[in-house]
């Protein structure tokens, strides 16, 4: 687990402000993740990507980005209009999208708004 | 899309006791049933799948077991140690591997 990376571990963000989550792997995996925590709910995708400059809405994608300009890289941005974004963040990635593909979890980031 | 139902939320048990959470998926498609455990701030871990072609699978003091034809799959933790306390998601694939989780189930092992 330790080929997938978080940034910062912890995220503090003043109303108005974009901020940006950065998640990082090196398992050469071609699929990645965002999802959000909230205590008592499981995990909620936000976006995910099955290959480089490609990438799709998960069920709770209003108010967030993304980006995968490389295959190593997809990083999160929460932007102001994501009204209540004080959560914890996980990216994971999978070496494929198909069937049978364990997905493997970053550290995660945990976001406050102030 | 899918829907994944875990219960309980919660569950106590002494050491040494067995433990079981419950799942149910409600897309047919769904073909692989993954299990987490979640220590308090950190990662989720995978611990024990199963596809749908089993009906069951073992790996030390940890089963799951699946039943496709009434949509539900389960996790039996035998002879529970205190390091078992964590939360457990169950999840199931829907629409190209993505990944639908349960609610959780905060499992305690007291002594």
């Known amino acids: 687990d330790g080929g997938i990376t978080q940034s910062p571990k912890y995220l503090f963000r003043k109303e108005g402000q974009n901020v940006t989550l950065s998640c990082e792997q090196n398992l050469n995996h071609d699929a990645m993740y965002w999802y959000r925590q909230d205590p008592g709910q499981g995990l909620r995708l936000i976006y995910y990507?099955?290959?480089?400059?490609?990438?799709q809405k998960g069920d709770i994608a209003e108010g967030y980005s993304v980006s995968r300009e490389k295959k190593e890289s997809f990083p999160l941005t929460v932007t102001s209009a994501q009204k209540n974004p004080t959560a914890f963040y996980l990216c994971?990635?999978?070496?494929?999208?198909?069937?049978?593909?364990?997905?493997?979890f970053g550290p995660g980031t945990r976001l406050t708004v102030l | 899309g899918e829907n994944v139902e875990q219960h309980p939320s919660t569950l106590s048990v002494q050491e040494g006791d067995s433990a079981v959470i419950k799942c149910t998926y409600s897309d047919s498609a769904s073909n692989y049933f993954p299990w987490y455990k979640q220590e308090l701030g950190k990662r989720p871990q995978l611990i024990i799948d199963i596809r749908s072609n089993v009906g069951e699978k073992k790996d030390q003091r940890i089963a799951v077991t699946l039943n496709k034809t009434a949509k539900h799959f389960s996790l039996h933790i035998t002879e529970t140690q205190p390091e078992d306390s964590a939360v457990y998601f169950c999840?199931?694939?829907?629409?190209?591997?993505?990944?639908?989780f349960g609610a959780g189930t905060q499992v305690v092992v007291t002594p």
């Open positions: 990507s099955q290959i480089v400059n490609d990438f």
């Open positions: 999840a199931a694939t829907y629409s190209w591997g993505k990944l639908q």
């Open positions: 994971a990635s999978s070496p494929s999208t198909g069937s049978y593909n364990e997905q493997f």
